[in-house]
């Protein structure tokens, strides 16, 4: 149901790393969109793109992909484009979604001219290769799999 509130839940090591509202836009099958306000401390700048207070995230959770897709909008509406996060399949019940963070980012600017890959030293980093093999496999490919959706446009992508 639209309009209800939930609770987004970001883990990342088994400890959680944030934790915010959000307001349920859609829910279809197994897929769940919210819209939250940049929840976070400050401005983040990353050096391709700012996130900052007035920025909203129209954000993408499936119970079935290996990823969650973020429409980072400006304050005054202008889209600054997707950022990706490669996460576990969402865990969604009726008071919020708990991702696992795995470390692997995309990001795809508004006109599709950047598609960057981030993170990749935190991904090897975390040792995930050896304790989870299957997932860090999994990763990867969700990883590549964002990647070409990227370069192709990511609208296919949640209208599927």
Not at 76 to 104: F, M, N
């Amino acid at each position: 149901m639209s309009g209800r509130s939930v609770e987004i839940t970001l883990m990342k090591a088994g400890r959680t790393k944030i934790r915010y509202p959000a307001e349920v836009l859609t829910e279809e099958g197994g897929r769940l969109s919210v819209r939250a306000p940049w929840a976070a401390e400050g401005v983040r700048d990353f050096g391709f793109v700012r996130f900052e207070p007035g920025d909203v995230f129209v954000e993408h959770y499936w119970r079935d992909r290996w990823y969650t897709v973020k429409e980072v909008w400006s304050g005054d509406g202008t889209l600054k484009g997707w950022y990706c996060d490669i996460t576990r399949p969402a865990e969604i019940d009726g008071s919020g979604v708990v991702v696992e963070d795995l470390d692997l980012d995309l990001w795809v600017s508004a006109d599709g001219s950047e598609v960057l890959r981030l993170d990749e030293d935190e991904f090897e980093a975390s040792g995930l290769a050896a304790t989870d093999p299957e997932a860090a496999n999994r990763a990867v490919v969700a990883l590549d799999e964002l990647e070409v959706l990227g370069r192709e446009g990511l609208i296919d992508l949640l209208d599927r």
